[in-house]
């Protein structure tokens, strides 16, 4: 069994603000971006990096949210531009 | 002769210099001063933070202004409100005219791989600013790392083709939204405690900023930092955007 940490609302905060902060950038990029490849690449360096100081996870969640968030951002910027 | 003298000179101050470091080194020793108050007051894990965002909140608020008029000075000069156009006209005036439709930029390779590092770089920009209070970073450094990438992109594919589009109004209500942020923040210190950029903690018995276990001392020093680095973030840009304008500057002499 995979031990994700503890999820709470304590400890995803930072990584929603990562979102927002990603969702901000995602919108500015007009270029179409590979989903699957910037996720898998994301969790890969996400995994290397670690997760910050007191927040136990296994990977840097707030670096995968962020990314996240700058994709979604990215596919709204694509539907609004049609 | 005067070689052989400077050689000289050179080699004995980076003696001296060299010999004071280490004598320095040897008998560095921690005296209990300042950071005493800094160790004894917990305030969050990172010190440097503490003392940026907590105990010397106003200095870092002036820092972010002396960006806002770095800005202000570079489009001045540069942008659209051309103050003294005689300087330009004497580096730009003398160039052959570039026809930029006919500049094909860097090849395939550069452009292929430019755009997933600036994404990548840009992502860890953001997660540079989120851990800034726990770990080595902060607005300042991943506000840079973003404007780096913006960068990056714009080297490859020049500031026509560029496929992050950081235009004017984002700009603008980044580094707007970033400064008012940082004021409001410290103008709910003053409601609370009747000092500006106090550091609360909790707010109606909730943590200002939720986080785990050890940290809840953060207050809003998190959100500062967020604020700081989109403030840098829009100022690097904006610079950027600025001296990579050539045929905006060129096209404002003319006129």
């Given amino acids: ?82 | 002769m005067s070689y052989i003298n400077r050689e000289i000179a050179v080699s004995l101050s980076f003696m001296f210099f060299g010999a004071a470091i280490l004598y320095s080194v040897y008998n560095i020793n921690v005296v209990e001063g300042v950071n005493a108050i800094y160790t004894h007051s917990y305030i969050i894990p990172n010190f440097v933070t503490a003392v940026l965002f907590d105990w010397r909140g106003f200095d870092t608020l002036g820092e972010c202004l002396i960006l806002i008029n770095s800005v202000l000075v570079t489009g001045m000069v540069f942008g659209r409100g051309l103050f003294n156009s005689e300087f330009l006209k004497e580096v730009y005036g003398n160039q052959k005219k570039l026809n930029i439709d006919e500049i094909e930029g860097f090849t395939p390779i550069i452009k292929v791989l430019a755009i997933p590092m600036s994404i990548i770089l840009m992502i860890l920009g953001v997660y540079v600013i989120l851990g800034g209070h726990i770990t080595p970073g902060g607005g300042f450094q991943g506000g840079s790392l973003i404007a780096a990438s913006y960068i990056l992109a714009i080297v490859s594919f020049g500031i026509r083709n560029c496929p992050i589009n950081f235009n004017h109004k984002f700009l603008e209500t980044l580094e707007s939204f970033g400064a008012l942020i940082f004021l409001i923040l410290g103008l709910t210190g003053i409601a609370v405690s009747g000092y500006y950029l106090l550091n609360i903690h909790s707010l109606f018995g909730m943590n200002v900023f939720p986080s785990p276990t050890g940290l809840e001392n953060a207050g809003i020093i998190p959100y500062l930092n967020t604020a700081v680095g989109l403030k840098v973030l829009a100022g690097l840009s904006t610079i950027t955007t600025l001296l990579s304008s050539e045929r905006v500057i060129v096209k404002n002499i003319s006129d």
Avoid: C, H, Q, R
């Fill in chain 1, 1 to 82: 069994m995979i031990n994700y940490g503890l999820i709470t609302i304590n400890t995803m905060f930072l990584s929603l603000v990562g979102m927002l902060v990603g969702f901000l950038l995602g919108i500015t990029i007009n270029t179409k971006l590979n989903i699957w490849f910037y996720l898998i690449v994301g969790v890969f360096i996400a995994y290397m990096l670690g997760s910050l100081p007191y927040y136990n996870f296994p990977m840097s969640y707030s670096f995968i949210l962020s990314l996240v968030g700058l994709l979604f951002g990215n596919i709204i910027n694509k539907v609004f531009k049609k």
